[in-house]
């Protein structure tokens, strides 16, 4: 059994190696026109280039994951309904809760498949890394020669690529880095978990299941990446680091430019807009306009002038008065 769940892994992996070897042959290549293709600068800059075209390619994924969440967020209210309306009847709820998603097209699992992406090659990346330094063994389009050469490169001349912070290959310099490295790595993880809850989410989604939820990520992600990184080679973990830099600046934009309606993000986009003239100045409120009334000047009311009775009669009868008339009327 065990074996045939190997042959099934090995398979799945195989076209992993290829893809991911070949990006990082590429990278390696143009890297070593300048630099010496057995140092850890040309492995680490090639490790570099293989995670930001991989985050590059995951850009579309990247997009409905934002939307899935910005949904879930704003259908945290009806849910909530649905809860109170259906609690008893948990077949009920979980039925009326799947129509909800369905209706206002979100998908709850849209969130993880980034996440979920990235797994497989970041093992690949890992196992080719391992191996290379252990055995020297080749992958993809990465021969004997580059495997020997990406196990055994060193950085800065003197900290190799494939040393853990467990495993220090006896230079110290390796646990310093690879503390370095875990630690931004755990701080990349809950800030760009922090700024989505703070920034990106409206008062009532704040509380509730889906809101637990994050906040349990908040917390957890980072600790499982902390224990975890101790284990990983430095190649691996700049790969992690870099990569959790680009969700964080590309979660920062988003956030910025295209912020779910209800949250402190949506409010400042609304004052900068306003600001730069694009949206028009806020209306007054109507105590302010209670006092521009107020404060406003009445025009002075018009008193009547009097008529003579001559001027009465001729505007009884729609004649003007005569100049006869008048004279008379000034005689008497």
Same mark, same amino acid.
């Given at each position: ?10 398979a799945i992996m195989v076209p992993l190696y290829y893809a991911v070897s070949f990006v990082l042959v590429g990278f390696h290549k143009f890297f070593s026109m300048f630099l010496d293709e ?34 879930? +967020?704003?259908? +945290? ?26 209706? #206002? ?10 996440i979920l992406l990235q797994m497989p090659i970041f093992l690949a990346l890992f196992r080719m890394l391992d191996q290379a330094s252990k055995k020297g063994k080749a992958h993809g389009f990465?021969?004997? *020669? ?21 495993? *220090?290959?006896?230079? *110290? ?49 980072p600790v499982v990446f902390a224990v975890g990184g101790i284990a990983f080679p430095i190649g691996v973990l700049v790969y992690w680091t870099v990569s959790n830099l680009w969700t964080m ?38 105590? #302010? ?6 404060? *406003? ?36």
């Amino acid at each position: 059994m065990l074996d045939f769940l190997g042959s099934i892994g090995h398979a799945i992996m195989v076209p992993l190696y290829y893809a991911v070897s070949f990006v990082l042959v590429g990278f390696h290549k143009f890297f070593s026109m300048f630099l010496d293709e057995a140092g850890g600068a040309a492995w680490v800059l090639s490790i570099i280039g293989l995670t930001l075209t991989i985050r590059a390619a995951l850009i579309p994924l990247f997009v409905k994951q934002i939307k899935s969440s910005r949904n879930m +967020q704003l259908i +945290q209210p009806k849910v909530r309904e649905l809860q109170k309306k259906y609690g008893h009847d948990r077949e009920r709820l979980a039925q009326e809760t799947m129509a909800l998603y369905k209706e #206002s097209g979100t998908n709850p699992f849209a969130s993880c498949l980034p996440i979920l992406l990235q797994m497989p090659i970041f093992l690949a990346l890992f196992r080719m890394l391992d191996q290379a330094s252990k055995k020297g063994k080749a992958h993809g389009f990465l021969n004997e *020669t580059l495997a020997q050469q990406f196990g055994d490169a060193k950085l800065f001349g003197k900290i190799p690529v494939s040393g853990t912070f467990l495993d *220090t290959k006896g230079v *110290t310099e390796v646990m310093i880095l690879a503390a370095v490295l875990v630690v931004a790595m755990t701080a990349t993880t809950f800030l760009t978990q922090r700024q989505l809850m703070s920034k990106n989410m409206p008062a009532d989604a704040l509380s509730g299941p889906y809101a637990q939820q994050q906040k349990m990520l908040l917390y957890v992600l980072p600790v499982v990446f902390a224990v975890g990184g101790i284990a990983f080679p430095i190649g691996v973990l700049v790969y992690w680091t870099v990569s959790n830099l680009w969700t964080m600046c590309q979660q920062f934009y988003v956030i910025r430019n295209n912020p779910a309606p209800g949250t402190p993000a949506a409010k400042a986009k609304e004052e900068r807009d306003r600001a730069k003239g694009k949206l028009p100045a806020a209306e007054a409120t109507p105590a #302010s306009q209670a006092v521009m009334v107020e404060d *406003t000047p009445q025009p002075q009311r018009q008193q009547p002038q009097r008529q003579t009775k001559a001027q009465r009669q001729a505007k009884a009868s729609g004649k003007p008065p005569t100049k006869g008339n008048a004279t008379k009327k000034k005689k008497r």
